[in-house]
């Protein structure tokens, strides 16, 4: 959650979507990173995927909007957004959810075990 705090608007203006409900409460949000210094200091999987790649992450939806298709909905918007600019691949890096991307068309490339020292 660090990087909704770090990606200020001023700098990274098309960095983060969100979604608002009927009454104009924001309800969910998702990092749509493109290539930037921000994506490839945090990141490495930009540097293995190529220069002209995006992230998608941090989906998070309010538990009493869940279920309604919001956070699919925030995704494929973003993806499209990102192709828009110019952005050919996007990756997600880390899933809590096993098979959510899945549903509209990721694939698992890679895994990793997160760890603790």
Known sequence: MEAYVTLHPDKYPDSVMTAFDSQGQQVGWTLMLGPSDALNTSWAFPQTCGPNTGLI??????????????????????????????????????VALDGWYEQVGFKTWRSYRPGEL
């Open 57 to 94: 992450g941090a989906v998070g939806i309010d538990e009493s909007h869940r279920k309604y298709g919001i956070g699919l909905a925030l995704i494929c918007h973003a993806i499209e957004a990102m192709k828009q600019r110019g952005i050919e691949g996007v990756f997600v890096d880390w």
